[in-house]
């Protein structure tokens, strides 16, 4: 017998169906082709999986500075703003932290991942340029048989601008004293039989920041060439990315805010004192970082049912940062740089059957060092010593065979499945003493001044390897020429991360760690009438090996979740000048083992995993050269701890934007974020005995230009 709340779900799936044919005009559908998701562009309508587009004007009306200004406008994102350009996301997830949590979601440029798949960031989507896309993918679930490690509990694809003639500048003022700078050019040429275009962006952001001290200059520059000849078709990317930033770090309650301000809020609402949320208790923390990508997608028609595809791509990245998050406060300071090729064979068998066989390869170069300048400190069982913590190298090589097979069946029902086998080698090269001793070889001490080892553990040379395989089976059944249902099987996983193998603490035992993965299935409907668009979709996962940090700030290698929801998003055009798009997801995500060392109790919900997610916006364009979007915010209350004893309450915020295309190539802009005042927490956390907030900023008012030539 179903329960409620089996229920419900398939309740709503029965509510959009009825609906879209209750409010829909059922003129021609529009096109939409997602790029994302598979090995072969998709009609939207024909996908058997969730996966959300956001479109340029969306990205263009936005002008995001920060990944949450964009990104959580998709049903089930929630990207949370920490400081400076530092983020934590959340696809179809709680949001995850420390160890581990880089890796649990691929972030993606034209197809090709800005990070090497052992060296995941968690603030990796800093690099990406979010105002200057072509429209943005998002993946809900996993998609390791496409495209690997790493593609967990979802992925995002930055889809490059295209080339176009002319360009554009705009500067953007906001509070804190920010400046924003976009700028596009670009130049086509289709008089011959071969088309080129090249096109360049440019993006620059300086910001004094809300917290005291805590300033950010960010810079991404991006070019693009696109050639076509006959059957030969070429697009390249350059990618570039530099960040200098002054770092602050939570405002923390009871003793870690001693000398750093003074409250009368309670600790569980010091997020509501503004005066203290302004404050940087962190004053020299700071990150340097810088990037660069290149990929040459090249594209060969063999004839009107072959196609051979081909990308060669390279990337480097460089970063150095305070750990003020740690006791420790080491430095550290990583860089990897990588070269690889993506390749398949595309054939069109018959008119029902299409196949994609290919191999993806990968080899990567990363040094790490971890350096801890405060004198030796002894508290609660761990010993942190002045000096060199870590520091090694890798050379990590992946090769990765698929196929993918299409299946039309008939008119209405197709059947889609990958699989996908990845081979991943690590060379660890440890450069100093092994063990958990000093760097030297010698012990550290307890406080009675007697010899123990040192919280942090170095494997001695070694070399470890992983094999993985990954499928995924979907089907698509179009009901009519406007409605479709879908449904897939699929599982995902995440290689260890370098620093979850070689970067380790005295209570782990060295070789013991596996690739994390999850199982997921999902079901859907969707449809695309003239002025109504609708997606629903409910999914169920569970994930074995979970890599986490408890809230002492031990590693945990063993957990198992178990993820549940429902996600909806809806577009409809009330009038020809008014539009409302909504998204929602609910969600629970739950611990599906016990450690009472780290406070995890079998069925608690993972910390900072809100059950509910809102957003919805309404676009008014009064005139053809006028526009307001009211947009609203919803984040549900959460736990911060996995023991459930700690809970933020959650927040509502609305935004207004608007712009006035003055004259043809002059366009204003103004938007007013956090309308109604609301003093809320951007991000809440508890740990060593303190709640921990970044403060959400107050009303703020931005106003800027765009100049088209």
Partial sequence: MLSPKSIFPLTMLSIVVHSSYAFAEQAPPVEVIIVSGSHSNTDVMALDSNVERINQDDIERVNAALASDILNRASGVYVQANNGVENLPSLRSPILTGPGAGGAFLFMQDGIATRAAGFANNNGLA??????????????????????????????????????????????????????????VGHVDNTTDVSQGVGLTLQVIDDGGYQDESGFTSTKLGLR???????????????????????????????????????????????????????????????????????????????????????????????????????????????????????????????????????????????????????????????????????????????????????????????????????????????????????????????????????????????????????????????????????????????????????????????????????????????????????????????DHFFFRDDDGLNVTDGETDHKGIELSAIYQLLESLTISVNYAYAQHKYDFDRPSSGVVNGNEIDTAPRNQGNARLNWQPTAKTELELEWQHVGSYYLDPANAHEYQGHDLLHLRGQWQVSERVNLTAKLENLTDQKYASRADYAFGSYRYFGGQPRAIYVGADYSF
């Fill in 127 to 184: 690099e990406l340029n979010l105002a200057q896309a072509d429209s943005i993918e998002v993946i809900q679930g996993p998609n390791s048989a496409v495209y690997g490690s790493n593609a967990v509990h979802g992925v995002i694809n930055v889809l490059s601008l295209s080339p176009q003639n002319g360009g554009n500048a705009g500067i953007t003022f906001g509070p804190n004293e920010r400046v924003q700078f976009n700028g596009a």
């Fill in 225 to 543: 060439h696109d050639y076509q000849q006959d059957k030969l078709t070429i697009q390249s990317t350059l990618s570039g990315f530099d960040l200098d930033q002054d770092t602050a770090g939570f405002i923390a309650s009871g003793d870690n805010g001693e000398g750093c301000f003074s409250s009368t809020f309670a600790p569980s609402e010091l997020y509501k004192d503004r005066s203290a949320m302004e404050k940087n208790c962190d004053t020299d923390a700071y990150r340097q970082w810088s990037s660069m990508r290149g990929a040459s997608h090249i594209n060969y028609q063999l004839d009107a049912n072959q196609a051979l595809n081909f990308t060669p791509y390279f990337r480097t990245n460089s970063m150095e940062f305070r750990q003020h998050y740690l006791p420790s406060r080491a430095i550290e300071e990583n860089s990897h740089y990588s070269i690889g090729l993506n390749s398949d064979y595309q054939w069109q068998v018959n008119s029902a059957v299409a196949l994609v066989v290919g191999l993806d390869a990968d080899w990567t170069h990363g040094e790490l060092t971890e350096t801890q300048e405060q004198g030796d400190m002894f508290s609660f069982g761990k010993a942190r010593q002045q000096g060199v913590h870590f520091d090694y190298e890798v050379n990590a090589t992946t090769l990765a065979p698929f196929i993918q097979v299409n299946w039309q069946i008939n008119n209405a029902l197709s059947v889609n499945s990958s699989v996908r086998v990845d081979y991943t080698d690590y060379d660890y090269n440890n450069l100093i003493s092994d063990g958990t001793t000093k760097a030297d070889g010698s012990f550290c001490v307890n406080n009675d001044g007697e010899e123990v080892s040192c919280l942090y553990q170095r494997p001695a040379d070694r070399n470890d390897s992983f094999n993985n395989t990954s499928a995924k089976i979907g089907t698509n059944y179009r009901l009519n020429e406007y409605v479709s249902l879908f449904a897939n099987w699929t599982n995902g996983f995440r290689a260890p991360q370098t620093t979850d193998l070689y970067r380790l603490q005295n209570q782990q035992t060295i070789g013991t760690i596996k690739s994390e993965e999850v199982n997921s299935i999902e079901a859907g409907v969707r449809s695309a009438f003239q002025n109504l668009q609708v997606q629903a979709v409910v999914y169920s996962m569970q994930k």
